[in-house]
T-cell receptor, first 114, second 114 residues
């Protein structure tokens, strides 16, 4: 069974640009969650999508957005990039709701903003 | 508001020693879930355990054991006879049933010295 895949694995962007990250969950999983991991703030919840609907969102500005497609694949978009957006972005999938079940994490996308 | 505290930032022990990682949480909800995840040097988070707020039974899985005490709002994790492969960052996490957001602690970096 294939695990959670994330593309691209590495990205370098400059301030002001926008970026789209992609996540393919484990087949059959309906929930996809996104997290930002930085040395200073640790692991922070961005949002969760379940059956194409955003269930909840963490404390991030509106520049961070996402969506989920009918095949459960998800994309995350960050507009007007800032230096502080440099981080490892992790995607996780679960069969049911993320807060109630085991999540399977992808390897992450490392975003560097110059 | 929900909060997870892992007071131990970094721990080093010699192989075969036992080690306990502390996790203290705060929540106003009566229904919630607690998790432990492991992030080895390779980077991908791996699920270790989930516990719901109504199940205070301690759990043992091989060399791993978990002690859940609602009276002290703690969910501690013990590794018995530690091995070098246990070296990783360990995260404790909490989600409340009312909003399903998952809050992670800052993590404890565990070094097992040969």
């Amino acid at each position: 069974k294939a695990g959670v895949t994330q593309t691209p694995r590495y990205l370098i962007k400059t301030r002001g640009q926008q970026v789209t990250l992609s996540c393919s969950p484990i087949s059959g999983h309906r929930s996809v969650s996104w997290y930002q991991q930085t040395p200073g703030q640790g692991l922070q919840f961005l949002f969760e999508y379940f059956s194409e609907t955003q269930r909840n969102k963490g404390n991030f500005p509106g520049r961070f957005s996402g969506r989920q497609f009918s095949n459960s694949r998800s994309e995350m978009n960050v507009s007007t990039l800032e230096l502080g957006d440099s981080a490892l972005y992790l995607c996780a999938s679960s069969l049911g709701l993320a807060g109630e079940e085991e999540q399977f994490f992808g390897p992450g996308t490392r975003l560097t903003v110059l | 508001a929900q909060k997870v505290t892992q007071a131990q930032t970094e721990i080093s022990v010699v192989e075969k020693e036992d080690v306990t990682l502390d996790c203290v949480y705060e929540t106003r909800d009566t229904t919630y879930y607690l998790f432990w995840y492991k992030q080895p040097p390779s980077g991908e988070l791996v699920f270790l355990i989930r516990r719901n707020s109504f199940d205070e039974q301690n759990e043992i899985s091989g060399r791993y054991s978990w002690n859940f005490q609602k009276s002290t709002s703690s969910f501690n994790f013990t590794i018995t006879a530690s091995q070098v492969v246990d070296s990783a960052v360990y995260f404790c996490a909490l989600s409340e049933a009312r909003d399903d957001k998952i809050i992670f602690g800052k993590g404890t970096r565990l070094h097992i010295l040969p």
